[in-house]
């Protein structure tokens, strides 16, 4: 079945660069998604990107596609204490369902 | 803006107890979902509805039950609590459109079982 995996935890230094990086499985996606959860809290829309597009720039935020490897990254530019966060990666196929990943837990030291 | 209201933020029942999580989304969706999110295994599907009446079973529904009278409402029902349903539940809808199938999450339920 239809698959994303992310690695689980990313630690950086405030006003550094962050890249949280996540592969899926199905070749058919349409959009690719990037949620944030801060703690206690429900999933916030980041961003997405259309599949026929390689790179997506949102001020601090650059989503970066590989189709080919089946790869999406999310870069944080400038990363501040209150970019700490769990970040999801997530695929709609074609069926309009969500596919998460795991999450990936990141930490700003200041 | 899309809101997504779960009726409780924490929740805490016995074993055995029947347990209903409700949602309420403002924005005239299609299609609703429900999720539960456990640490290290990011959240997983348990039912969904494109429509009212209609629901189709996710990843893990063994256990819940759901119910879709109003095209607003999407309820979430443990008919017997069990402790391995200690979690965070999320509910979320969406468009199901084009380019909608993007999906506006509520603020979460944290239910413990004791």
């Known amino acids: 079945g239809e698959d994303v995996e992310q690695s689980l935890f990313l630690s950086v230094r405030e006003g550094d660069s962050s890249v949280i990086n996540c592969t899926y499985t199905?070749?058919?996606?349409?959009?690719l998604y990037w949620y944030k959860q801060e703690p206690g809290a429900g999933l916030q829309l980041l961003t997405y990107i259309f599949s026929n597009m390689d790179m997506k720039q949102d001020q601090r935020l650059t989503v970066l596609l590989n189709k080919k490897d089946k790869h999406l990254s999310l870069r944080i530019a400038d990363t501040q204490t209150g970019d700490s966060a769990i970040y999801f990666c997530?695929?709609?196929?074609?069926?309009?369902?969500?596919?998460f990943g795991q999450g990936t837990t990141l930490q700003v030291k200041p | 803006d899309v809101k997504v209201t779960q009726s409780s933020r924490y929740l805490v029942k016995r074993t055995g107890e029947k347990v209903f999580l409700e949602c309420v989304q403002d924005m005239d969706h299609e299609n609703m979902f429900w999720y539960r999110q456990d640490p290290g295994l990011g959240l997983r599907l348990i039912y969904f509805?494109?429509?009212?009446?209609?629901?189709e079973k996710g990843d893990i529904p063994e256990g819940y039950s759901v119910s879709r009278e109003k095209k607003e409402r999407f309820s979430l029902i443990l008919e017997s609590a069990s402790t391995n349903q200690t979690s965070m539940y999320l509910c979320a809808s969406s468009q199901g459109t084009g380019d909608s199938y993007r999906s506006y999450f509520g603020a979460g339920t944290r239910l413990s079982v004791l």
């Open positions: 997530a695929d709609s196929g074609n069926t309009g369902k969500l596919i």
């Open positions: 199905d070749s058919s996606s349409t959009y």
């Open positions: 509805s494109y429509d009212v009446k209609m629901k």
